[in-house]
């Protein structure tokens, strides 16, 4: 699947965004080795800190899901005038389930992206050993 594809499923995933607070809505597109995407977004909460993230909704969706292997991650903020990044947590939540070449493309609202991979947005990854164990 297309990058520019996999990125428009990220930003009608953002529709569904429940961002009462902040009003950030924040979509996520992920492309699964057996060819299908999950696709979440993020969800708030009152209690501000139990927020979820986009990227770790569709993450969490596709393994409840029985989903095993993982090619792409598409980010979209709409509500941006820049490529919004993820978030230092999501970094890691992602890192436990792909590689460092996992390509990952976010983008705001502009129409600018950034391609990037998990191993440039979390460098010095560390403990994957613990999984083993
Ligand atoms: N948010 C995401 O869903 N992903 C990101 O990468 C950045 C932040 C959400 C969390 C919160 O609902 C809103 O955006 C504002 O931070």
């Known amino acids: 699947m297309e990058r520019t594809e996999l990125f428009e499923l990220a930003r009608k995933a953002a529709e569904k965004s429940y961002s009462p607070y902040s009003k950030f809505r924040v979509g996520a597109a992920l492309l699964c080795d057996d060819g299908t995407v999950v696709s979440a977004a993020n969800v708030e909460n009152r209690s501000y800190g139990l927020t ?70 979390l460098p010095h990854d560390a403990l994957h050993e613990l999984s083993s164990r």
């Open 52 to 121: 979820i993230c986009a990227e770790r909704s569709a993450l969490v969706s596709a393994i409840a899901q029985g989903k095993k292997g993982f090619s792409a991650l598409a980010i979209s903020c709409p509500d941006a005038d820049y490529p919004v990044s993820p978030c230092g947590a999501c970094r890691q939540f992602i890192s436990e389930f792909v590689g460092a070449d996992f390509p990952i493309r976010f983008g705001g609202g502009d129409g600018r992206v950034v391609d990037t991979t998990m191993g440039e947005l």
